[in-house]
């Protein structure tokens, strides 16, 4: 499992959270609009970003992404 944050913080924050409760989560620094995931995922989840883009700039993140 993969989390992707822009906030360093946010990624920091992710990975002590998981670390402490044993689960095998990595965190990565990026932005929606221009990461690339190296695998492929079952699930994709866009929490509080994707809505905040214009509907173009959804479309463009998504097919990254997907």
């Known amino acids: 499992m993969k ?3 822009l906030s360093p913080a946010g990624i920091d924050q992710m990975t002590t959270a998981a670390g402490s409760q044993n689960l095998p989560i990595t965190g990565v620094v990026a932005d929606i ?7 492929n995922y079952d ?4 929490d509080r970003r994707l809505h905040m883009l214009k509907p173009e700039a959804q479309k463009k993140a ?3 992404l997907l």
Not at 33 to 39: D, G, H, L, V
Not at 43 to 46: A, D, V
């Open 3 to 5: 989390g992707v944050d």
């Open 33 to 39: 609009e221009s990461y690339q995931p190296a695998a």
């Open 43 to 46: 699930i994709l989840l866009i």
């Open 62 to 64: 998504l097919s990254g």
